[in-house]
């Protein structure tokens, strides 16, 4: 079936840090994939997506560009801020088939002042 | 205005209660769904209802059933609650058009004591 795999955390950097959060997947096709922010006491949002082969998404500095070649969709930031944490999660959505997501465990990020 | 609300935000109650969390989204959207979110904040897919097509995942208890009294609303339903139902649940919504990404709503933290 299909799976997403993130690196685990928490991952704790200094404000201005450069940020990359690992995640890869498992699925049959060309599934759409996603970054998921979610900020402390609140619900999941849609960060960014990208729907094919070596597409870009982007969105409030962060990127995440669609690799199928090594079935990844790492999420970077090049200057973390303190309000960027919260815990991101990875997720992909078969094209065609279900339309439930497959998630990630998600990866917990702290920047500290 | 709020796309995806949920009632109530926090929700405290003993064993054996019955209780129930509503949600309602005015996005227009055809699918609806609950997930549960533990301590270590990993997601889980508790059911999709879908023109009243329901998808239930198999791991969830048949205490949990939610009732959908029209297209804009997904209610969860939980008897005879458990401690290990503490969690937090989430209420989302999506369309095909937008790749089934998801619009979360805030949460609703259950606590059984």
């Known amino acids: 079936g299909d799976s997403v795999t993130q690196m685990e955390g928490p991952v704790t950097l200094s404000e201005e840090a450069f940020l990359t959060i690992n995640c890869t997947y498992t699925a049959t096709g060309y599934p759409s994939l996603f970054w998921y922010v979610q900020y402390p006491g609140e619900g999941l949002q849609l960060l960014l997506k990208?729907?094919?082969?070596?597409d870009k998404g982007s969105n409030k500095g962060f990127e995440a560009t669609y690799r199928k070649e090594t079935t990844s969709f790492h999420l970077e930031k090049g200057s973390v801020q303190v309000s960027d944490s919260a815990v991101y999660f990875c997720a992909l959505k078969r094209t065609g088939g279900s339309y439930i997501p497959t998630f990630g465990r998600g990866t917990s990020l702290i920047v500290h002042p | 205005d709020t796309a995806v609300s949920q009632t109530p935000k926090y929700l405290v109650t003993q064993m054996g209660n019955d209780k129930s969390i509503k949600c309602e989204q005015n996005?227009?959207?055809?699918?609806m769904y609950w997930y549960k979110q533990d301590s270590k904040k990993f997601l889980k897919i508790m059911f999709s209802?879908?023109?009243?097509?329901?998808?239930i995942n198999e791991t969830v208890p048949n205490r949990f059933s939610p009732k959908s009294p029209d297209k804009a609303h997904l209610n969860l339903h939980i008897n005879s609650l458990e401690l290990g139902d503490s969690a937090v649940y989430f209420c989302?919504?999506?369309?095909?058009?937008?790749?089934?990404?998801?619009?979360f709503g805030p949460g609703t933290r259950l606590t059984v004591t």
């Open positions: 990208a729907t094919k082969a070596d």
């Open positions: 209802y879908n023109n009243k097509e329901l998808i």
């Open positions: 989302a919504s999506s369309q095909p058009g937008t790749g089934h990404e998801q619009y």
């Open positions: 996005l227009g959207h055809d699918t």
